[in-house]
């Protein structure tokens, strides 16, 4: 009985194993050709505006809640920026500690007429109604053409919103997700997140070349005013808004990319409960997600992407029907392996991971990467406790959609970004 | 995320991961997870390299020596720290001309002398061919190789040897398995050929062994794969042997492990593969007190096909040899006389593709499967039985194997 469950569950692993090796190939293959391709759309634009870029005013939203820690770093972040024509809308969304004492000490400190180092800088207290209200209440008061949406616990790089307007020049372009990389922090929480980050974003460069990216985190993304016109503004009445209007504007065929050069830190879970939390949150906004706009996946509709609905969002499912089988799969390959004393498979496992760190190390725009490459042998123990913290959340996403449960705002300690903003990025 | 939900996730996660432990544990090494605890100690504490195998001085000035066998015993003395046998086992083959009995005569005839010298006694296998091939069994009967098996023993009475100096001998061993030339003989056979041969030994060496070896598993010509073994009685094989006219009956029994991928289960517990009933009931009907056992493990399997190959680590080995010795010492309680022998040679580069050895060199002296080789050699002599070890290092080149001739 044993020896038929071994070979199915080994079939079940070759399977998905193989299904996932066609994914990460493809990934790591077309991955590259980002570059060529965002470079040629730049020159496209350029040649068609005849080196007249039109100037577009830029509206930085940062919704805050209780993020006293981090706030006036943020804003500092974009005050810092090359880019001039920005407005910052600073919305207090009810905090209960001294984010308001903070943000009136700096804009006192800082600015008499509104404006500093040329950006006008708006605040805005209200009574707590959840992030997506306050992300619409500052939409609904912005003047620029663009909405830039930066979270109160991230800064951005000192040519963040340069490179992002660039992307905005071309007009079939409805919005961008920047590149979020997580705050250093030398916890084994923090190295775990930051190596996920580099994988996770690295990947987002090939949905960018299918033009299937369909996640604008709240982090760090922009879009362009008239969306909200068109769709709506933020649904209110979910925890994962950003998801949600990333997967509507999707729907109705916007054109989306993925802004490599345009970098955010932002503060990872410091603790394994909120790192929970926040993979809960992400998992169960995504299921919701999936469900509300079901008909994409494999849908031929002419306004739906096809790489998006017939390979990026299946295999983000088939992923997390692996997940479901992971504490199986893993355990029998370190199993089979120390009783077989054959590692074959499982060195496998390990260089192919070496091979994307390698890749990614080549592509990525921080010689810092390099540094983690040497991490490598140790990722594998790193993921397996993060499979855990993904399979936690997977099982109660799942009970949460059974019983019809919403998810709670997540809240964590917060320690504040290390980074500051005077780096420029270019693109590798 | 509440705690209850973390700890009840988590109790999940868990059982899975250990439900698929468990799977692999039981599918590839015949394990469950209660006996995990055993297995790590058995990794820990009785693998530990035993400082030695025996209290015995070992066999002197081998070390020097180019007769395979010593050679090899010499190994074991060195891997062991002490005496590991007296008892060697070694194959011959049959002639097909009278010189080629005289050549085969003189060699044999060194060699004893050799082994004779340095105290070791022979257990020699007389292997069913020539350089023609597979002996025909029935053209044996006939008494086809008569002379030359006379012209044989001659020889090697005129080069001196003595009864004692030609040990114990073991014709056609094994001749109940189907790749031998059996075409056109019964089981009945065997025993008019055996007692043949041994009648011949007799004639020049009246106080030599003579011994019988028969496999615990028989087979059909036409269901010849290990896994349709049939444990079934070997009387049928003996009826024409003479009460007394052996010293010995052996039993040949070998653990078998499916092929990577195969679905079928295991035999790695000598009460199957090496029931002592077998041995017994032949050495009652054949009025004789002493069994031996002809068996081994091995660390891997089907080593020339990279996708049926099998690995079994030092601990299933040592539970293998376990019982073994379990096997054994049910016989000697019984009051026969029980002695084994350790088939430990690497075959892993012929058609066999077994590798039943225990290290590849003496630089691999301290690894564990080493050690489960010395658990065992103490093992068997603590219960007071008799060992003796099949290990050439490397084939002799002018003696056909058996797994030259086996299927492909």
Redesign the interface.
Same mark, same amino acid.
């Given at each position: 009985m044993n020896t038929e469950l071994f070979i199915i569950f080994r079939t079940l692993i070759f399977i998905f194993a193989t299904l996932m090796l066609v994914k990460y190939y493809v990934f790591m293959v077309i991955g590259p050709f980002y570059t060529v391709k965002e470079s040629l759309r730049e020159l496209k634009i350029t040649k068609q505006q005849k080196g007249k870029p039109k100037r577009l005013v830029i509206s930085v939203i940062i919704p805050a809640r209780d993020e006293e820690v981090g706030i006036v770093k943020t804003v500092q972040s974009v005050i810092a920026n090359t880019y001039s024509d920005v407005e910052i809308i600073i919305v207090n969304d009810g905090s209960k500690d001294r984010t308001d004492e903070r943000v009136r000490e700096f804009m006192q400190r800082e600015t008499s007429d509104g404006y500093v180092n040329g950006k006008h800088l708006v605040y805005f207290y209200k009574e707590n109604a959840g992030k997506g209200a306050a992300l619409n209440y500052g939409i609904e008061r912005a003047t620029g053409e663009i909405i830039m949406t930066i979270d109160a616990d991230s800064v951005v790089a000192k040519d963040a919103l340069t490179n992002m307007a660039v992307y905005f020049q071309d007009d079939r372009i409805s919005a961008v997700v920047g590149n979020v990389k997580v705050s250093k922090n030398e916890t084994v929480i923090g190295l775990i997140q930051r190596l996920e980050y580099m994988f996770g974003f690295y990947f987002k460069r090939t949905h960018a070349v299918l033009g299937a990216e369909y996640i604008f985190g709240g982090a760090c993304a922009a879009f362009r005013k008239s969306i909200f016109d068109t769709l709506g503004l933020f649904d209110v009445h979910i925890k994962t808004e950003d998801i949600e209007m990333s997967m509507r504007i999707r729907f109705n065929g916007h054109v989306c990319t993925y802004a490599e050069n345009v970098i955010c830190y932002t503060e990872g879970a410091s603790t394994v409960a909120s790192l929970l939390n926040q993979r809960l949150r992400w998992k169960k906004g995504r299921f919701d997600t999936f469900l509300k706009y079901r008909s994409l996946f494999w849908s031929s509709h002419k306004d739906h992407n096809k790489a998006l609905a017939f390979f990026i969002l299946p295999y983000t499912l088939l992923s997390e029907a692996q997940l479901f089988f992971e504490p199986i799969g893993i355990t029998l390959l370190l199993s089979y392996s120390y009783i077989s004393g054959d590692y074959i498979s499982l060195t496998f496992g390990v260089m192919f991971i070496f091979v994307i760190y390698l890749i990614n190390a080549i592509f990525h725009h921080e010689g810092m990467t390099l540094k983690l490459l040497l991490l490598f042998p140790f990722s594998w123990p790193l993921f397996y406790f993060l499979v855990w913290v993904e399979y936690l959340a997977l099982l109660q996403s799942f009970r949460m959609l059974l019983k019809g449960d919403e998810i709670e705002w997540q809240r964590w300690d917060r320690t504040g970004v290390q980074e500051l903003p005077y780096t420029n990025t270019t693109l590798s | 995320?509440k705690k209850r939900?973390?700890i009840c996730? /988590?109790a999940?996660?868990?059982a899975?991961?250990?439900? /698929?432990?468990?799977?692999?544990?039981?599918?590839?090494?015949n394990r469950?997870i209660g006996t995990l605890a055993s297995m790590l100690t058995a990794k820990a504490a009785s693998l530990p390299s035993p400082s030695v195998c025996t209290n015995e001085n070992r066999i002197d000035n081998l070390s020097d020596i180019t007769t395979a066998g010593l050679r090899e015993l010499n190994q074991y003395q060195n891997i062991c720290g002490s005496f590991v046998a007296n008892h060697m086992m070694l194959l011959t083959s049959m002639p097909n001309s009278t010189k080629n009995a005289i050549e085969l005569a003189d060699s044999m005839a060194a060699t004893l002398k050799t082994y004779s010298e340095y105290g070791v006694s022979p257990i020699v296998m007389v292997e069913p061919v020539t350089s023609w091939g597979l002996v025909d069994f029935s053209e044996y009967e006939s008494g086809f190789y008569d002379d030359w098996i006379s012209a044989y023993f001659k020889e090697l009475k005129l080069q001196g040897l003595t009864d004692s100096q030609m040990g114990t001998w073991v014709p056609f061993p094994e001749a109940n398995l189907p790749y031998w030339n059996t075409a056109n003989t019964t089981a009945s056979d065997f025993g008019v050929i055996v007692s043949k041969y041994l009648e011949a030994l007799e004639g020049y060496f009246p106080n030599a062994q003579g011994s019988i070896l028969l496999s615990s598993a028989t087979y059909t010509d036409t269901n010849f794969s290990w896994q349709n073994e049939n444990y079934a009685s070997l009387l049928p094989y003996i009826t024409n042997i003479e009460p007394g006219l052996v010293d010995s009956v052996g039993l040949q029994g070998f653990p078998w492990m499916p092929p990577e991928?195969s679905?079928a289960?295991p035999i790695t517990n000598a009460n199957t593969f090496l029931n002592i009933k077998q041995a017994t009931s032949m050495a009652d009907a054949l009025k004789t007190k002493e069994i031996w056992f002809n068996t081994g493990t091995f660390s891997t399997a089907y080593a020339q096909s990279p996708n049926s190959?099998?690995?079994v680590?030092a601990s299933t080995r040592l539970q293998i040899l376990d019982s073994i010795i379990s096997e054994a010492s049910i016989a000697k309680s019984k009051g026969y006389d029980v002695s084994i022998n350790l088939f430990a040679q690497d075959q892993s580069n012929t058609k066999e593709a077994i590798d039943w050895s225990y290290w590849h060199s003496e630089a691999d002296e301290s690894n564990i499967q080493a050690d489960a080789m010395k658990s065992f050699i103490q093992g068997v002599y603590s219960h007071g039985i008799q060992l003796s070890i099949f290990d050439n290092g490397e084939q002799a080149s002018n003696i056909p194997l058996i797994q030259d001739y086996m299927p492909e």
């Amino acid at each position: 009985m044993n020896t038929e469950l071994f070979i199915i569950f080994r079939t079940l692993i070759f399977i998905f194993a193989t299904l996932m090796l066609v994914k990460y190939y493809v990934f790591m293959v077309i991955g590259p050709f980002y570059t060529v391709k965002e470079s040629l759309r730049e020159l496209k634009i350029t040649k068609q505006q005849k080196g007249k870029p039109k100037r577009l005013v830029i509206s930085v939203i940062i919704p805050a809640r209780d993020e006293e820690v981090g706030i006036v770093k943020t804003v500092q972040s974009v005050i810092a920026n090359t880019y001039s024509d920005v407005e910052i809308i600073i919305v207090n969304d009810g905090s209960k500690d001294r984010t308001d004492e903070r943000v009136r000490e700096f804009m006192q400190r800082e600015t008499s007429d509104g404006y500093v180092n040329g950006k006008h800088l708006v605040y805005f207290y209200k009574e707590n109604a959840g992030k997506g209200a306050a992300l619409n209440y500052g939409i609904e008061r912005a003047t620029g053409e663009i909405i830039m949406t930066i979270d109160a616990d991230s800064v951005v790089a000192k040519d963040a919103l340069t490179n992002m307007a660039v992307y905005f020049q071309d007009d079939r372009i409805s919005a961008v997700v920047g590149n979020v990389k997580v705050s250093k922090n030398e916890t084994v929480i923090g190295l775990i997140q930051r190596l996920e980050y580099m994988f996770g974003f690295y990947f987002k460069r090939t949905h960018a070349v299918l033009g299937a990216e369909y996640i604008f985190g709240g982090a760090c993304a922009a879009f362009r005013k008239s969306i909200f016109d068109t769709l709506g503004l933020f649904d209110v009445h979910i925890k994962t808004e950003d998801i949600e209007m990333s997967m509507r504007i999707r729907f109705n065929g916007h054109v989306c990319t993925y802004a490599e050069n345009v970098i955010c830190y932002t503060e990872g879970a410091s603790t394994v409960a909120s790192l929970l939390n926040q993979r809960l949150r992400w998992k169960k906004g995504r299921f919701d997600t999936f469900l509300k706009y079901r008909s994409l996946f494999w849908s031929s509709h002419k306004d739906h992407n096809k790489a998006l609905a017939f390979f990026i969002l299946p295999y983000t499912l088939l992923s997390e029907a692996q997940l479901f089988f992971e504490p199986i799969g893993i355990t029998l390959l370190l199993s089979y392996s120390y009783i077989s004393g054959d590692y074959i498979s499982l060195t496998f496992g390990v260089m192919f991971i070496f091979v994307i760190y390698l890749i990614n190390a080549i592509f990525h725009h921080e010689g810092m990467t390099l540094k983690l490459l040497l991490l490598f042998p140790f990722s594998w123990p790193l993921f397996y406790f993060l499979v855990w913290v993904e399979y936690l959340a997977l099982l109660q996403s799942f009970r949460m959609l059974l019983k019809g449960d919403e998810i709670e705002w997540q809240r964590w300690d917060r320690t504040g970004v290390q980074e500051l903003p005077y780096t420029n990025t270019t693109l590798s | 995320m509440k705690k209850r939900h973390i700890i009840c996730y /988590s109790a999940i996660f868990l059982a899975l991961s250990l439900f /698929s432990f468990n799977i692999t544990l039981s599918a590839l090494a015949n394990r469950n997870i209660g006996t995990l605890a055993s297995m790590l100690t058995a990794k820990a504490a009785s693998l530990p390299s035993p400082s030695v195998c025996t209290n015995e001085n070992r066999i002197d000035n081998l070390s020097d020596i180019t007769t395979a066998g010593l050679r090899e015993l010499n190994q074991y003395q060195n891997i062991c720290g002490s005496f590991v046998a007296n008892h060697m086992m070694l194959l011959t083959s049959m002639p097909n001309s009278t010189k080629n009995a005289i050549e085969l005569a003189d060699s044999m005839a060194a060699t004893l002398k050799t082994y004779s010298e340095y105290g070791v006694s022979p257990i020699v296998m007389v292997e069913p061919v020539t350089s023609w091939g597979l002996v025909d069994f029935s053209e044996y009967e006939s008494g086809f190789y008569d002379d030359w098996i006379s012209a044989y023993f001659k020889e090697l009475k005129l080069q001196g040897l003595t009864d004692s100096q030609m040990g114990t001998w073991v014709p056609f061993p094994e001749a109940n398995l189907p790749y031998w030339n059996t075409a056109n003989t019964t089981a009945s056979d065997f025993g008019v050929i055996v007692s043949k041969y041994l009648e011949a030994l007799e004639g020049y060496f009246p106080n030599a062994q003579g011994s019988i070896l028969l496999s615990s598993a028989t087979y059909t010509d036409t269901n010849f794969s290990w896994q349709n073994e049939n444990y079934a009685s070997l009387l049928p094989y003996i009826t024409n042997i003479e009460p007394g006219l052996v010293d010995s009956v052996g039993l040949q029994g070998f653990p078998w492990m499916p092929p990577e991928g195969s679905t079928a289960a295991p035999i790695t517990n000598a009460n199957t593969f090496l029931n002592i009933k077998q041995a017994t009931s032949m050495a009652d009907a054949l009025k004789t007190k002493e069994i031996w056992f002809n068996t081994g493990t091995f660390s891997t399997a089907y080593a020339q096909s990279p996708n049926s190959i099998v690995f079994v680590d030092a601990s299933t080995r040592l539970q293998i040899l376990d019982s073994i010795i379990s096997e054994a010492s049910i016989a000697k309680s019984k009051g026969y006389d029980v002695s084994i022998n350790l088939f430990a040679q690497d075959q892993s580069n012929t058609k066999e593709a077994i590798d039943w050895s225990y290290w590849h060199s003496e630089a691999d002296e301290s690894n564990i499967q080493a050690d489960a080789m010395k658990s065992f050699i103490q093992g068997v002599y603590s219960h007071g039985i008799q060992l003796s070890i099949f290990d050439n290092g490397e084939q002799a080149s002018n003696i056909p194997l058996i797994q030259d001739y086996m299927p492909e």
